[in-house]
């Protein structure tokens, strides 16, 4: 695969950002893509491995190495066709997965692994360009009908395999637009919405339904469904995590998803009332994950005074933890671009209070600093360190905690069971829940998870789909061997 001496040769490059004063004045993407010839250096670096790690770290199980051979021949066409067959959306992975293949990638165990992302992200846009990636309906249509309640990119795959089979089907999205948390989760400035409203098109021309504005067991009734001869929930886990925290009801704290799905919808000119903004305001991110970056970013867009960022777990070592060896995933400390465009970054600090003034608004945290206890046999406990209370300044904390779990609407209103976690129940690898019919995928039945994974079990799931109404099915599966699918 690749060059045999190619990653002797050649460094690892990725794309470069544009300079951070001027990325911050709008919300474009500002990555400086690579030169074909560059992209195709790196993956000649895929080392001929004999045994590559790198798919079995991916959750679709991409067929990395034969990709990365593809681009160093120069070969775009076919790599794409690659790519897509274990993929239904690279462009949304190739911007945003944090690329778990990167790092179980055999080459990472001496230097820095072969570039998959980037590669895969110039693969998809250059298909895109040249026109490679066309609507490819089904050649014949079965007599099955199928909804997917939820359009998010579990709800996205399974709907597109499901077509692909000829059957019909229909995705329900509750808000305005369809994306899911692609849409108004992710900040323009990380995948631009064009990227949605491209596939979208091909999605639409192949012969899949969309209705939006449809919140199923809300304002739609939860009996229509019973139309479709299957029905697969892929609505997400959007559940959003507190704090049992004084204050915590104060005017000025504000869950991160509210925060950006204003910002986005701003963007796109449509009306809201009293958008949150963080101009001018002390800002205070409590969580230390990607939505907690997300809100930095969009807070330093915004113009904030300052930005201040609070994790309660401690700070990861700079490289790989001895405690995560290869190819597992590492503990290891990250710093995304919106990092790197300004904020002050807190380990080990917890919020004891969200203080207020006589109307009610927010205007500092009391925080702690914290430390994790191991207790032989049981759970590590938190334990405050005693003298370390401090107030910070505050006009807007954004709390980015994540989630709990899937809300309970249909579940109540459809008779789904539930597990300890309150995750829709569905066997992996068979994800029909307790009603023979209704199956359930991505974050819905895994809780919160990667956009890889949604993708990997919306594909999954729409096999089983095809196998319960046919009996059997054509569908590939990551688990399967021989013949892919071409698309």
């Known amino acids: 695969m690749g060059k045999v001496t190619g990653f002797k040769e050649f460094e690892r490059e990725d794309e470069h950002y544009a300079p951070v004063e001027e990325r911050v004045k709008n919300y474009k993407e500002f ?46 066409q076919k790599a794409s066709w690659i790519l897509h067959s274990t993929n239904n ?45 066309k609507p490819q309906p089904p050649k014949e249509r079965t007599d099955k009908t199928v909804a997917v309640v939820g359009s998010g990119p579990a709800g996205l795959a399974a709907a597109q395999q ?41 999605l639409q021309a192949e012969g899949i339904k969309f209705e939006t504005n449809v919140n199923v067991g809300v304002n739609y009734d939860v009996e229509k469904l019973q139309a479709f001869d299957a029905i697969v929930l892929c609505g997400g886990a959007t559940e959003r995590r507190s704090l049992p925290t004084p204050g915590i009801d104060a005017d000025g704290v504000v869950q991160a998803m509210d925060f950006l799905t204003q910002q986005t919808k701003v963007l796109f000119g449509k009306k809201v009332e009293n958008q949150i903004k963080a101009t001018d305001k002390n ?20 113009g904030a005074k300052s930005v201040v960022n609070f994790e309660i777990m401690p700070k990861p070592p700079g490289h790989r933890s001895p405690t995560t060896p290869w190819p597992y995933w590492p503990l290891q400390l ?3 671009s919106s990092h790197e465009e300004g904020v002050e970054r807190n380990w080990l600090i917890n919020t004891k209070e969200f203080i207020t003034d006589d109307k009610g608004k927010l205007t500092a945290l009391k925080t702690v600093n914290v430390e994790w206890k191991t207790v032989p046999g049981g759970r590590p406990q938190l334990v405050e360190v005693p003298g370390t209370e401090k107030i910070w300044p505050c006009d807007l904390a954004l709390l980015a905690l994540g989630f709990t779990g899937p809300e309970s609407t249909l579940a109540d209103k459809l008779g789904i069971e539930t597990d300890t976690r309150s995750n829709y129940k569905a066997e992996y690898g068979k994800y029909q829940t307790n009603i023979p019919n209704i199956f359930t995928a991505g974050d819905m039945r895994r809780g919160q998870s990667l956009i890889v994974w949604a993708i990997s079990e919306g594909r999954e799931a ?19 061997t021989g013949d892919l699918v071409a698309l």
């Open 31 to 76: 990555t400086i893509p690579m030169k074909p010839e560059e992209v195709s250096k790196q993956g000649s670096r895929c080392m001929d491995c004999g045994i590559p790690f790198c798919h079995s770290g991916c959750p679709l199980g991409n067929l990395i190495p034969d990709f990365n051979h593809m681009v160093h021949q120069g070969e775009w």
């Open 89 to 133: 959306f690279p462009e949304f992975t190739g911007r945003l997965c944090p690329a778990p293949c990167e790092k179980s990638c055999v080459l990472g165990i001496i230097e820095d692994p072969v570039s998959i992302e980037n590669i895969e992200k110039n693969i998809v846009e250059r298909a895109f360009k040249e026109g490679w990636i």
């Open 162 to 202: 499901l077509n692909r089979a000829g059957h019909t089907v229909t995705v329900f999205e509750r808000d305005d637009e369809i994306g899911g948390l692609l849409r108004y989760g992710i900040p323009n400035f990380k995948m631009e919405k064009e990227i949605i409203d491209r596939r979208l098109a091909i």
């Open 283 to 302: 800002v205070i991110v409590i969580g230390g994950g990607d939505t907690g970056s997300d809100c930095i970013g969009t807070s330093n867009r915004h």
């Open 334 to 336: 990250k710093t995304s």
């Open 462 to 480: 729409a096999r089983q789909v095809d196998i319960f109404l046919m009996g059997k099915s054509d569908l590939p599966s990551k688990d399967m």
